[in-house]
């Protein structure tokens, strides 16, 4: 998978324009907030803010961090998607535990060589299982999603149904 097809998949996910109060990002276009908007020279009103600048944010700031393109191919969206959601160090890291090597979030001659030797498919499953491991143990939400969602769940605030499609029996009794 390369950067056009990986943006395109992802972008699907991250939707239009959205201001909520209670979001401590504030204004928000194309999963872009608009701190991180005014970070990489954009001036102007999220509404306006144009896709094109948004994924020229994405490339850099994530595809680009993780190396994506130095990844096995299986591998990569994953990677992507990870480096959007909690960062590219913490995307770095469990790619490096799925390949076996140190995860100092450092991409070096150690983790490429690891990464060329390593079945993309059997990366992905140990990628995806790390990460889902962390995101069952730090699944805070910081607004509900609709009334009858929380309804179903212990603890308001709190995402449960999601995570119990990917998490363990041992993450479930922890949520």
Known sequence: MNFDTAFERLIGH?????????DPGGATRFGVTVHVARAHGYTGHMRDFPLDFAKQIYRKTYWDAVRADDCPAALRFDLFDAAVNSGPLQAIKWMQRA????????????????LKMTDGAAAVAKFNGHSRAMAAGSALTWYSVSDSFLSNSRRPGRFRMPLMATASCNERSRL
Not at 109 to 114: D, E, H, M, S, Y
């Open 99 to 114: 390949v076996g090597v140190t995860d100092d979030g450092k991409i070096g001659p150690k983790t490429l060589l690891a």
């Open 14 to 22: 991250e939707g239009g324009y959205v201001d909520h109060p209670k």
